[in-house]
Structures are given as C-alpha cells and as structure tokens.
T-cell receptor
C-alpha cells in the first residue's frame, strides 16, 4: 500500500492564482481530511469528508473548496490564492472517523508559498 | 482561541531519562485524545491515544496520562532514546470528525 499520497510536494503561486492540491489513499478509508500547519499554530482542520459525496467544514475553511467524488481521492482547491495561505498542507485519512480508536494516517505534506 | 495548548515549544532530555510532554485543553466536551509524532519533512504519525473513560494508557515506552478535572494530559517516554527526537502534537476530539491539535513540542534527546 502507498498509504496517503499528496501532490505536489512544493508549489509557488502568485496572489490570485488558483490550484488544486491532490490527495489520494489506497486503504479504503471512509474519512479524509485536510489540515494546514503554520508556525506556532499546530495543525488546523480545513475540511473533512466522512465518505464519498459528503464533505463538511473544519476550523479554517475560508478560501478553500473540497469535493469527494470517490473514496480514494480528496482534492483541496484554492480558488484565489492569498499570501495568508502560505503554509504546509497535510491530508489525512482514517477508517471511519466515527470511532475514537481510529488513528489518522497522514500524507507527507505539500509546502505552498503564495507570493 | 486554541482549544488545545502545548505551552512548551521545546524540551531537551538526556538519553535514558524520562521525557514528559504536556498538553492542556479548554473544551470539556473533548473525550478522545491522541499524540502524534512528526519528523521533519514528513507527515505526523500516530503514537498513542486515550479515551476519557480512562486516566492512563501504556504502549511500550510511551504512557499517556489524562486528568479530566484539570483538563490536562501528558505523554511520558521512558527511557528516552535519540530516535525519539521529533515534534510531538497532542490532539483532541469531541465528535471524532473534528480533531483539534496543539502547536507541538519539539523534543531533543541528547546522546
């Protein structure tokens, strides 16, 4: 199993550009989520999904869109990038997300810089 | 306002000694707590968890203690090894769909 994969690893955008961060998992996990990590802030939940076709907002959803058309993929879209979105983005998945025993498996991260 | 706080940004410990990492939370609805370990340029990896019905959970060298009345949990690593040097995040959840992470503590275990 590849686990959770994220592409690209690094990305530089100009203010106002749009892009999609890709996330895929091959563990047949129902629950997937996106976090951003900023210095001194830890990981903050952006959006999450409990299954194909179902998404919901996390702690910091503004400026980001998600969709979940398949169990495997959970892309994160930045519609109009802003410097405040410079961060490291992590995708994670777990079996159900409805049980306290579900650990989340994280991808390696995407480092995004918005100029 | 952060609901999960790790007030020590860094901790340095001698190899073989105990490492104690602390975490405080403000939301009394949190009933599940996890610790993750993160190496540079990698995603976090799950370490150990505890539910609110317990006050202690052990897994090898790692023990998590939960004090619900104080809204405080701690991770003990005994004995500490140089390979334990990493950033440790605590996380908490009330619904299992939303997880709140602390800002992390960077542990340095000196040989």
């Amino acid at each position: 199993n590849a686990g959770v994969t994220q592409t690209p690893k690094f990305q530089v955008l100009k203010t106002g550009q749009s892009m999609t961060l890709q996330c895929a998992q091959d563990m047949n996990h129902e629950y997937m989520s996106w976090y951003r990590q900023d210095p001194g802030m830890g990981l903050r939940l952006i959006h999450y999904s409990v299954g194909a076709g179902i998404t919901d907002q996390g702690e910091v959803p503004n400026g980001y869109n998600v969709s979940r058309s398949t169990t495997e993929d959970f892309p994160l879209r930045l519609l109009s990038a802003a410097p405040s979105q410079t961060s490291v983005y992590f995708c994670a998945s777990s079996y159900e997300g409805t049980s306290g025993s579900d650990e989340q498996f994280f991808g390696p991260g995407t480092r995004l810089t918005v100029l | 306002d952060q609901q999960v706080k790790q007030n020590s940004p860094s901790l340095s410990v001698q190899e073989g000694r105990i490492s104690i990492l602390n975490c405080d939370y403000t939301n009394s609805m949190f009933d599940y707590f996890l610790w993750y370990k993160k190496y540079p340029a990698e995603g976090p990896t799950f370490l150990i968890s505890i539910s609110s019905i317990k006050d202690k959970n052990e897994d090898g060298r790692f023990t998590v203690f939960l004090n619900k009345s104080a809204k405080h949990l701690s991770l003990h690593i005994v004995p500490s090894q140089p390979g334990d040097s990493a950033v440790y995040f605590c996380a908490a959840s009330a619904t299992f769909n939303k997880f709140y992470f602390g800002s992390g503590t960077k542990l340095n275990v000196k040989p």
